[in-house]
């Protein structure tokens, strides 16, 4: 199977979904309590095709859909592609999506985003998963790998090569073990760059916000949650280092302890199974 026939087929699982500022596409496998996973960069929903039929053999319902600027959403030119922008973009997709009460897990970039989303609607959260995020956002710094997608010149040219075989290196240095084929690995690319040549996913790149006021806000709704939360890491993820950041967002949402699984930054891809039984477990034991 070629890469745009991965792409192709991956389409073809999903639905659009109409929201107020940018449409999308949803995918949803399964029946029971709703798990809406939420993507970072450089991804997009696409990441989480391994983890929704996982879910969805353990009873519950696998929910992702793109960011805008990414994946199949749409990227409008003058979208707020700000950590702020996103969560409020991603309420009202999950408003869009018919969804009440959900369990959250959130990866990479989605966490920040997801953060800000448990701020502005605490009381619909029912459980958080956190899987190699990031909490301590004023003074986060982009991995060397993914810096030059933020710089206005050498940004077109660093994303013009991941529409490349360059992209197969490049993730299977940071991103996962043996889990996806080269074609997946090319569909990456695909879908950042598919319609704008990821322009708006280099706006996404430059509305990081490192600061403490972001980081205040989203480190006060996660200390004042009532929902139970967990962590789970890609071990040998060389981008969110296990020992650093780990212990960081363990600390915010008062947990002594993580899980780990074998996975770089994308553990979707190579451990996809082990995390759809952490988040069935865990939602089993809080009898929810």
Known sequence: MSFKEVVSAWESRGKALIVEGANSR???????KPVVCLHGVPASGFLYRKVLPELAVRGLLGITFDLPGM?????????????SG??????????????????????DIGGPVGFDVIRQIPGRVL?????????????????????????PIIGPIWVASIRTPMIIPLMRTIGMHDGPSNDDLRAYGYLLTR??????FRKVMRGF??????????VSALKARKFPAQVIWGAQDPALKM????PEICEVLGL???HQVRGKHFLQEDSPKEIAQLISSFIASQGQ
Do not use: C
Request: charged fraction near 20%; aromatic fraction near 16%.
């Open 26 to 32: 949803i995918w949803r496998e399964g029946n029971g």
């Open 256 to 258: 002594n302890f993580w």
């Open 127 to 151: 459980s958080l998963t956190a899987l190699n995020t990031l909490v301590k956002t004023a003074s986060f710094h982009r991995p060397w790998i993914m810096e030059p997608f933020a710089h």
């Open 243 to 246: 020992v650093r950041y780990a």
């Open 71 to 83: 994946g199949f959403s749409d990227r409008p030119l003058n979208f707020d592609y700000t950590w």
């Open 195 to 200: 319609s704008d040549g990821g322009s708006a």
């Open 86 to 107: 996103l969560s409020r973009w991603t309420v009202n997709a999950i408003d869009a999506a018919g969804l009440d009460q959900f369990h959250l897990v959130v990866h």
């Open 209 to 218: 916000e490192r600061t403490s006021e972001f980081e205040n806000r989203i």
